[in-house]
């Protein structure tokens, strides 16, 4: 049979409303370009600014990145007001928190310099007001004594209120950034800043989803922080449909679904849907109060779908399997003369009506299973909406290479990498383009290779059907002869778009080190 095969490509919710009015003065943004610094998580580097971005986009936030760096748990970026960068790192599960930055420079002297000229306008508004300071420093533990008389440097601010630590009104984070620490070597101090807190992200959501608290899961569920972060990327919100076409035990559901959306979740093997002795999707729900957003749980697979075809589902999410404990498979018999056959009656009962009923199913190959997975979403997908879904790939060498599945209807908008030993594995995210975009040259690519008779073995073996698989059980050996270097193409007539992995980002700028006056 001929098989679509992905071909090369290129890679919101309404505004939200303005903050209430106080009675009180609105507190000071930045006096240089509305900047903001943002307190990442080090960890998952190259999904950090990816969120913030697909959370902009959500809300429909302008977001100007100014500084950022994968070594750094610090950034910079542009932002119209303290409300928005509040409202933009609410949900982010790689972000800590954001700031309103008061000032930076190469040295505590420079930056005290600058703020004495500054506090004027930046003190003024924070009289009365209970208030804390905290210092971040990264690459360098400070002692006590030594934060104390970091703090007491900025008595010059004037600040009357009281000092609370819990439950102040401000917070005031005083940043520095060392050098990573080497044998021998001493810190040396890149740049020092002070900030006032404006939001918090949900890195708490993370406890509250961890597995190991979860009444069901599987050796495959996701971990809560990768299943929140996806569906952020995913754009999952109150009013939208999100859908798993390999939902397990429903990891992706749960954090979707927590997230606002409605969910929908389907697997080839309908005992992951229905669970047992209890425990089931359902069960995970009901743990978390979500039962509301979940639609529905059902038995298919991408190839045998009953989800009336048309363009109504706002999300597809999931991470396929990759076909390393056992071979991929679809629903259907091998021998094609069964498929559609007479029903199997079992003591006059209908086999597939039974609760303990397994369905036959035949080989599958991997690049079969991702063209599919684009195709699906292009079929489903309403415009502007997205499909993240995960897919694994090898560690051949730090230039590695990979291949990036496309569809002319569908933009990459990102890829981001988790590495392990050998493997790593990639989230990747598209945005269905809008209309029939691309389609007559998808139709056209579909033709030639009917022509030229390229088709599936299904009929080999698992290994014939994935080459991640038989990598894998081949401890991913180097292969004999050096990855040619891809060149960069517009065409939409190949297979696959093959780029580098995304490195380490380098940074968009230096850390602002301004000058006193």
């Not at 959500?58 to 910079?76: D, R």
């Not at 209120?161 to 984070?173: K, S």
């Not at 009656?345 to 991702?370: C, I, Q, W």
Request: hydrophobic share 40%.
């Amino acid at each position: 049979m001929t098989t679509p095969t992905p071909t090369t490509a290129a890679a919101g919710a309404p505004p939200a409303a303005p903050s209430p009015a106080t009675e009180r003065p609105t507190l000071p943004t930045t006096l240089s370009d509305n900047l903001y610094l943002i307190h990442f998580a080090q960890i998952h580097e190259t999904f950090r600014r990816a969120e913030l971005d697909a959370l902009a986009t959500l809300h429909s936030i302008p977001l100007q990145w100014h500084t950022y760096s994968a070594t750094s748990p610090f950034a910079l970026a542009v932002l119209p007001s303290p409300a928005a960068a509040a409202l933009l790192v609410k949900r982010a599960i790689l972000t800590k928190a954001i700031y309103t930055l008061w000032g930076s420079a190469g040295t505590p002297a420079a930056l005290h310099t600058l703020l004495r000229a500054r506090t004027p306008a930046l003190a003024g508004p924070c009289m009365g007001r209970t208030f804390k300071f905290t210092i971040e420093s990264y690459h360098l533990r400070r002692s006590a004594r030594e934060q104390t008389a970091l703090i007491e440097s900025f008595s010059y601010l004037g600040l009357d209120g009281r000092i609370r630590m819990r439950g102040a009104e401000l917070e005031f984070v005083v940043f520095e950034e060392f050098t990573a620490p080497t044998p021998g070597r001493d810190p040396t101090l890149l740049w020092v800043a002070l900030g006032l807190r404006a939001g918090e992200g949900a890195r708490g959501d993370i406890e509250r989803f961890d597995l190991k608290k979860r009444s069901y899961i599987g050796t495959t569920s996701m971990d809560a922080e990768l299943s929140l972060v996806t569906g952020n990327m995913a754009l999952a919100a109150p009013g939208r449909v999100a859908y798993d076409p390999f939902c397990g035990t429903g990891s992706f559901l749960v954090a979707c679904a927590h997230l606002g959306a409605l969910t929908l979740g389907s697997d080839i093997d309908g005992r992951q849907v229905r669970g047992r002795k209890g425990r089931s999707v359902v069960g995970n729900m009901k743990q978390y109060g979500l039962t509301a957003r979940y639609l529905d749980g059902f038995v298919s697979d991408l190839t045998n779908t009953p989800l009336r075809k048309g363009q109504w589902i706002d999300a597809v999410v999931c991470d396929p399997p990759y076909g390393v404990r056992e071979g991929l498979k679809v629903l259907g018999h091998r021998d094609a003369a069964k498929n559609g056959g007479e029903p199997v009656v079992r003591n006059g009962v209908l086999r597939h009506t039974e609760d303990d009923y397994v369905p036959p199913k035949k080989p599958y190959s991997f690049t079969a299973m991702l063209a599919d997975i684009l195709q699906f979403a292009v079929d489903y997908v309403v415009p502007g909406g997205r499909l993240c879904f995960w897919m694994p790939t090898e560690n051949e060498d730090e230039h590695r290479k990979f291949d990036i599945p496309m569809h002319p209807q569908l933009k990459l908008v990102n890829v981001s990498v988790q590495e392990f030993n050998k493997w790593s594995r990639c989230l990747l995210t598209y945005s269905r383009r809008p209309g029939d975009e691309g389609l007559a040259e998808h139709l056209e690519m579909q033709r030639a290779r009917a022509e030229a008779a390229v088709t599936d073995k299904l009929d080999g073996t698992a290994d014939e059907l994935n080459d991640f698989r038989k990598k894998y059980f081949e401890g991913f050996r180097p292969s004999s002869t050096p990855t040619p270097t891809p060149t960069t193409t517009t065409t939409t007539n190949t297979s696959s778009a093959t780029a580098p992995a995304p490195a380490e980002a380098a940074p968009v700028k230096d850390i602002p080190v301004a000058s006193a006056p």
